[in-house]
């Protein structure tokens, strides 16, 4: 019995050396989040499907009247 302990904890001792620090990671990513203001963490609007269509619209204008020299 208290051989099958002493290799858990043997084992969970070898897991936590090889695997990478979160807590490192969370601190560096929340040092890098706290420089951003919360307006530029927002997510971005997406023009609507009228909005998308005038702006397709007034690009195939341009390249007609680029093409035709207008």
């Not at 084992?11 to 989040?33: M, N, R, V, Y």
Request: net charge negative; proline share 6%; hydrophobic share 35%.
């Amino acid at each position: 019995m208290e051989e099958e302990e002493v290799a858990k904890k043997a084992k969970t001792a070898e897991e936590e050396a090889t695997s990478p620090s979160t807590t490192g990671q969370a601190g560096l990513s929340h040092d890098f989040l706290a420089m951003l203001d919360p307006e530029s963490l927002k997510h971005p609007t997406l023009p609507s499907v009228d909005d998308m269509s005038k702006v397709l619209l007034e690009v195939r204008k341009n390249a007609l009247r680029a093409e035709y020299g207008v």
